[in-house]
Structure formats: C-alpha cells, structure tokens
C-alpha cells in the first residue's frame, strides 16, 4: 500500500482536482494514461526542488504533457476527445426515439447491420436485391438513423452530434442500445424453438392455426391437388439434405430472424421495398449545391472589407463568423443566395488577383443546414472529416470543384476558381 505521510503525500491529496481537468482535456479512454504521465514526471523531481505552489505546478505539468502528447492541436472544440464522449452520451439518451422514428424497413436493416455485421453480399440475398442495391439500402438506412437523431436533438447537442459524433460511433452506440433492449432472446422462447427444430418435419404442436391441418382418420390429405395426386407417406420425395455451408448459414439467419422479429414486431424483412412515385430529389451534397449556385448569388452590400462584411453577417444574419485570409484576394463584397423556400444563405465574395475572378465564399451553420435539410447532405465522409477543425477539404462536382471546411460550428464552402484545389489550398488560411 503507497505511503499516504511520505514527501510525496502533498502530491497524492491533489489527484482528485487535476482528474477532471485530465477528463475534459482528453476524455475518459485518456485520462489515466495523462495522470500517470504527470505524476511520473512529477516524481522525477525532488521534493526540495518542487515550487511552493504545488497545485499550480501540476496543472502546468499536466497541460505540458498534453501539449507535448498532442499530434493534432488543430483537433481542439467539439471534435477533440471530451466532445466525442459527449456526443456519445448525447446519442445514447436519444437513440431509442430516432431509431423508433426510421421506417420498418430500415429499422430492420440497421438490426443486421450493427448486431450481426452483416456485409452487401450477406444481405443481399435475404433481401432479393444485387450486391450494390443492398449496400445503398444499407447507407440509406444509416443516413436515416442520423437524421432523425438530428431530429430529436436541439442547439448544442445538435451541433455536437453533427461535428463529434463519427459514423462508426453512431453504430457503436446503437449497437450497445439494440444489445441492452433486445439481446438476448427470452429463454421460453428459446425453449420453444429448440423444439420446434428437434419436432418431426410437418409436426404441430397444439394443431395448426390456420386450420389447414390434414386429418389422418379422413384421409384427406391437404397437398392433395387433383386425381393421381396423393401418396402414401413412403411415396413421397425426400427433401435433400442441406449442406453443411447452407445450414450454417440457415442456423445464423434463424438466430438474426428472431431479434428482427421482436424489434420489427412481425413485420417481413424481405417485403417489397418501393419509392413513391412523385416523391422530391434527394438532398444534393454541400459542395455542388455551392458549385450549382453560383449564378444565383445578389450582391447585398456592394463594397465592404473583411471588418464589413463580419458586421453585417453579425448585423443581418445574426452570425459571428471568422473569416479566412486568402493570399492574393480580398473581401470586396457581401452577397447571399435565397432558396424558393425564403432561406437566405450568406455569400462573401473576394477579389482574386491570382485568377482576376471574383472568389465566393458560402457561410453555412448547422442551424442554417438545418433548415436546407430537404435540399442539401453532409455525406458520412466530409461530417467526419470536417471534425477536425480549420483543415480544408477539397471536392470536385461536376460544375466545378469546392473547398470546404468548419470553423467553430460555422461549415464554410469556397468555390476554386478554374476547377483547381490543390494549389487554391494553400492560398487558403482558415
């Protein structure tokens, strides 16, 4: 048992303030490993050389060692580890009402999908669908389950979840939610499948209650279908036996047949699925909606610098946003972009010197992307990247190519001029 009277006592009586510092700083998975890092290098000091002010000398060592450990400072707000923790806890007290709030059909696949990991190819057949059909029903269902967990949530748990939450989180957490409600089956019921499965082939228990059950003392037999048609019992064909691939996989179906079952509550998994007819355009992706609407932006405040024109974002839209130095432009102008639905989007425009074009950069908010909900999707692969703070993202449409990337809870989008990114990239500090 440590000594709680040594010269290192003083230190051990601090631990419980400097924990939560180490919890918000790094998360739950990285507290300990940065306490024990501290203390360790807290040891190696001797106690005659420590400073007087031992509280403040550990939290200046613990916020060293973390500067020092930190291979990605820029991944610092929402995105760093105390946001994930966060946003996993906001997900996990709202997964149940989103989950209850997809379609049958999706809720199904979600099912298959998290518990029994099943792959396009192993769901494909069940479903009657090729490989890549499946694979988009799949995704389908996964954006669903986002969307409605958008949903549910409200101002900062909206934005964490938007930035924080990465798409194999999200399946972490309804994986623990669908295992604590639905998992295991009932142990009557696995009674009673075993001895449905260890019952003699067209066996009933307690009659069948359709009422199409044969009567032996009749000899009416219900496969009867005309003239000639009966045989005895030793007349008929011997179903084949399964092989041994095809029963594992039929024994590993039943098993993920029955949780679908009770969380669909009889619902068919294979049912036809169809789209409505007349049913709106999906959502567009953020970088061509901002390629697509270029030709649609007014200029509202025709000259204006950078100070300007955050004044009148601040003014007009109520949004305090930073701002990016591009080399060789600057702010010459505000515009915006309204929808058919009245949505005004801010537009700031930069006089490009490199290219003598007019640069446009899109403010959006998650608030703002919000309300375009009908008309523009952060795909899974740009939400996860834009978690790292302030680091561009380039992507190509086919009306030309766009940089986005995320300040604070301000998603910005800045069309490249002649189609290039690469070099446009480095012109650009977020």
């Known amino acids: 048992m440590p000594d709680s009277s040594g010269p290192d006592s003083p230190l051990l009586s601090l631990l419980d303030d400097l924990y939560p510092l180490a919890r918000v700083l790094v998360g739950e998975a990285g507290a300990d490993d940065l306490i024990r890092t501290t203390y360790r290098r807290a040891r190696d000091v001797?106690?005659?050389?420590?400073p007087d002010a031992?509280?403040?000398?550990?939290?200046?060592?613990?916020?060293?060692?973390?500067?020092?450990?930190?291979?990605?400072?820029?991944?610092r707000g929402?995105?760093?580890?105390?946001?994930?923790?966060?946003?996993?806890?906001?997900?996990e007290q709202t997964l149940p009402v989103a989950f209850a709030a997809c379609s049958a059909q999706e809720r199904a696949l979600l099912v298959?999908?998290?518990?029994?990991?099943?792959?396009?190819?192993e769901l494909a057949p069940a479903l009657g669908l090729s490989d890549e059909d499946a694979r988009r029903e799949r995704d389908e269902a996964r954006s669903a389950l986002r969307a409605a967990l958008r949903d549910a949530l409200t101002g900062p748990e909206r934005m964490l979840v938007d930035v924080a939450l990465s798409e194999d989180d999200l399946r972490s957490v309804l994986q623990d939610v669908l295992r604590q409600r639905?998992?295991?089956?009932?142990?009557?019921?696995?009674?009673?499948?075993?001895?449905?499965l260890t019952s003699p082939a067209g066996a009933s228990s307690g009659g069948d209650s359709s009422g199409g059950a044969s009567d032996p003392e009749s000899g009416d037999d219900a496969s009867t279908a005309g003239p000639g048609a009966s045989a005895g019992p030793s007349e008929r064909a011997v179903p084949e036996e399964p092989s041994e691939e095809a029963f594992g996989l039929t024994a590993g179906l039943v098993g993920v047949g029955l949780l679908v079952a009770i969380v669909l509550g009889g619902y068919v998994v294979a049912a036809v699925w169809s789209t409505p007819s007349g049913s709106p355009s999906p959502p567009s992706p953020l970088s061509t909606f901002v390629a697509d609407h270029l030709d649609d932006v007014e200029t509202v405040l025709p000259e204006t610098d950078s100070a300007g024109a955050a004044d009148h974002l601040a003014q007009t839209y109520g949004r305090r946003v930073v701002l990016?130095?591009?080399?060789?432009?600057?702010?010459?102008?505000?515009?915006?972009?309204?929808?058919?639905?009245?949505?005004?989007?801010?537009?700031?425009l930069y006089d490009d010197a490199a290219s003598?074009?007019?640069?446009?950069l899109f403010a959006f908010s998650y608030a703002l992307l919000d309300t375009?909900?009908?008309?523009?999707?952060?795909?899974?692969?740009?939400?996860?990247?834009?978690?790292?703070?302030?680091?561009?993202?380039?992507?190509?449409?086919?009306?030309?190519a766009v940089v986005l990337w995320r300040t604070r809870d301000d998603v910005l989008g800045l069309a490249a001029p002649d189609g290039s990114t690469e070099a446009f990239i480095e012109r650009v500090e977020p």
Not at 329 to 343: I, L
């Open 182 to 196: 639905f998992q295991p089956a009932p142990p009557e019921l696995h009674d009673q499948v075993s001895a449905l």
């Open 54 to 75: 031992l509280r403040s000398w550990l939290v200046g060592l613990l916020l060293e060692t973390r500067r020092d450990r930190d291979d990605h400072p820029s991944d």
């Open 372 to 400: 375009l909900n009908d008309r523009v999707s952060l795909d899974a692969g740009t939400r996860r990247r834009l978690e790292t703070e302030a680091t561009p993202i380039s992507r190509r449409t086919a009306s030309g």
């Open 356 to 360: 003598d074009r007019r640069l446009y």
């Open 46 to 50: 001797p106690p005659p050389e420590r």
């Open 112 to 121: 298959l999908d998290v518990l029994s990991d099943a792959s396009p190819a």
């Open 324 to 348: 990016p130095r591009i080399a060789d432009a600057r702010v010459a102008a505000v515009g915006e972009v309204q929808t058919q639905s009245r949505t005004r989007i801010p537009v700031i």
């Open 78 to 91: 929402p995105g760093d580890a105390f946001g994930r923790e966060a946003a996993r806890h906001a997900a």
